[in-house]
């Protein structure tokens, strides 16, 4: 009896791409030990949780390790060792990026989850945003500066790679032309050239002009650049509120009123005060002379990945036969959290300013948006590899039919189906300890000692209270967290 063939070594491909799929039970001890939340703030063990699940991130998974874990130290206040872990995960996401190659065909022969991790668009940018935050719970704004500068040049190189991306061609050229036509017949979108709509960060403009004034006492502040910062802020959170529905924060335009003032540039500060005659905004002359309390909220959690398989019918040899792969979806992602309320207190209890944050920054809604980019281009890679293990398959029980009889044709089939299975597991990594939402606060007060009550609305409803105390000039960063 003649065997039948198979690819080779497409069984050892197989078993191993069993084991592939990511970590996930880390998340619900991490966001379980979040909802215990002492008056300090959040739990010491979050940064233990990741810690002790070290073991089942396998080696290409080592940036999404130091994603997590990154984050599980700036969540807890751990900022120096945060920071660590965040620019292990940078040179690695950076390496990866520069080895990467823009010829999509070098997947068509395995999976997704065989490549080492390196995030989305997104995702990567987040490492800097929330290392800004590390870098400012220090009181070092010209590191946060640096971190949020870097973001700019991130997704402008990102988005420059993506219209060089090309088809195999050669000896693929036929499986191509036939996923093209099956996912068009089908209505299901692909576009190996999609760019991103997500080609800048509003907050993280803002937050540019924020380190800018912060840098004042040492001599480093420049209006003009903070001008620009919070101008940029302006015009890119007018493009979300298009591109995902998301609100254009109150806080942005007194601050760019007041850095538009402080540059000279009177012609556009009389523009801005037709535009938004009602604003309340202070010269900078007054706001130096005061302190000011940087509130950032972490609210909810991100969505996370989950497999979804497309099954699609194909004429092959004179048959029907059945295409199916697996893809990547979002699922859940939000926050119960409505806002903060603010009061600053004096010695003998009087409050002195009161403030609610907004929301600054929507990761939900920024990130889905950025995967169904990113779904467009990769789309058709696993339609290909669909259709080439499919043919395989057909061959292999035809070839197991006509040698080996009935016998032979269910082995084929049974064997080419448990490969197909296990080696179109979806890639449903993903960097789940981000917050839903950032929101975002400032309170400007005199020079002195405060009580600060920090009082959520929504979510778990805690207090947080702390002592503080400003001189002129001087920023503090107070944050708060809930993953509701």
């Known amino acids: 009896m003649r065997s039948f063939p198979l690819s080779p070594g497409i069984l050892a491909i197989s078993l191993f791409l069993v084991s592939c799929a990511p970590p996930v039970s880390q998340y619900r001890h991490y966001y379980d030990t979040l909802s215990i939340y002492p008056g300090s703030g959040p739990d010491p063990a979050l940064v233990r949780t990741i810690e002790k699940a070290k073991g089942s991130y ?18 807890v206040g751990q900022f120096a060792k945060s920071e660590r872990e965040f620019r292990d995960a940078e040179r690695m996401e950076r390496q990866l990026f520069t080895k990467s190659v823009t010829r999509i065909a070098l997947s068509y022969q395995t999976n997704d989850l065989v490549l080492p991790f390196r995030g989305m668009p997104f995702e990567r940018v987040m490492i800097n945003l929330v290392n800004s935050f590390n870098y400012a719970g220090q009181g070092d704004w010209n590191g946060a500066l640096v971190e949020t500068r870097k973001i700019r040049e991130k997704l402008v190189r990102y988005n420059r ?64 650049s903070a001008m620009i910062s919070y101008r940029k802020a302006l015009d890119t959170y007018r493009k979300n509120a298009i591109l995902y529905g998301t609100p254009v924060p109150k806080f942005v335009v007194p601050a760019l009123l007041r850095a538009t003032d402080a540059a000279g540039r009177t012609g556009f500060r009389s523009r801005l005060l037709r535009e938004y005659p009602s604003v309340p905004w202070v010269r900078e002359t007054t706001f130096a002379k005061e302190g000011h309390i940087i509130f950032v909220g972490y609210d909810g959690r991100i969505f996370h990945l989950v497999p979804d398989r497309i099954v699609l019918p194909l004429p092959l040899f004179g ?122 606060a400032e309170a400007d007060v005199a020079p002195g000692s405060y009580w600060v009550t920090v009082t959520e609305s929504g979510g778990s409803e805690h207090v947080q209270k702390r002592r503080v105390t400003l001189t002129a000039g001087q920023y503090l960063l107070i944050r708060d967290v809930d993953g509701r």
């Open 161 to 224: 790679r993506y219209p060089k991306a090309t088809l195999a061609g050669g000896q693929y050229s036929r499986s191509e032309s036939i996923a093209q036509e099956l996912l068009a017949r089908h209505n299901i979108p692909s576009n190996v050239h999609q760019l991103n709509h997500y080609t800048d960060d509003a907050f993280a403009r803002f937050l540019s002009g924020v380190y800018q004034e912060a840098e004042v006492n040492t001599g480093g502040v420049d209006y003009q």
């Open 319 to 440: 048959t029907l036969s059945m295409v199916s792969f697996n893809l990547p979806k979002p699922a859940g992602g939000g926050t119960s959290v409505s806002d903060y309320r603010i009061d600053i207190r004096n010695d003998q209890s009087q409050t002195v300013a009161s403030v609610h944050s907004e929301e600054a920054e929507n990761l939900d809604a920024i990130g889905k948006t950025n995967f169904q980019d990113h779904l467009k281009r990769i789309v058709l890679r696993e339609a290909v590899r669909a259709i080439l293990k499919t043919t395989e398959e057909v061959v292999a029980q035809r070839e197991g039919e006509r040698y080996g009889g009935i016998l032979g044709f269910l082995g084929a089939m049974i064997v080419g189906d448990v490969a197909n299975v296990a080696s179109d597991e979806a890639d449903t990594r993903s960097w789940q300890t981000l917050p839903a939402v950032f929101s975002f």
């Open 58 to 75: 396998p080696d290409r998974d080592r940036v999404l390790y130091w994603m997590d874990v990154g984050m599980a130290h700036d969540v």
